[in-house]
């Protein structure tokens, strides 16, 4: 099991990027996916998070201006970023939390496996004019 992120870029401040985070593998279900990023010497943080039931919860650094969404039938999360802002400069990273899967390509049992937290690995975004 793993968690692919894309869509970084370079975009200049005011513009807009979309970006996609792919769980692969045989999952039964994720109970919570979420963004963070880590800007340029700074500590990773919690950018906005997506329940598998649709509750959406963001930092107040980005409300109103990010909006997360999940397709729980493609295990595909989703961060559409406008405005952005010369601060929004960060490797973003994307997490699965509370995760079952299966360990081969079918499940049954004895295959059913637990993850209280996956990542996946970051995709830089840079807002720069």
């Known amino acids: 099991v793993q968690l692919q992120a894309s869509g970084g870029g370079l975009v200049q401040p005011g513009g807009s990027l979309g970006l996609s985070c792919v769980a692969s593998?045989?999952?039964?279900?994720?109970?919570?996916m979420g963004w963070y990023r880590q800007g340029p010497g700074l500590q990773r943080e919690l950018v906005a998070t997506?329940?598998?039931?649709?509750?959406?919860d963001y930092a107040d650094s980005v409300k109103g201006r990010f909006t997360i969404s999940r397709d729980n039938t493609k295990n595909t999360m989703y961060l559409q970023m406008n405005s952005l802002k010369l601060e929004d400069t960060a490797v973003y990273y994307c997490?699965?939390?509370?995760?079952?899967?299966?360990?081969?390509?079918?499940?049954?049992?004895?295959?059913?496996?637990?993850?209280?937290?996956?990542w996946g690995q970051g995709t830089e975004v840079t807002v720069s004019s």
């Open positions: 997490k699965a939390h509370q995760m079952y899967y299966c360990s081969g390509d079918k499940c049954h049992e004895d295959t059913v496996r637990y993850a209280y937290d996956i």
């Open positions: 593998g045989t999952i039964i279900s994720i109970n919570v």
């Open positions: 997506a329940t598998s039931t649709g509750d959406v």
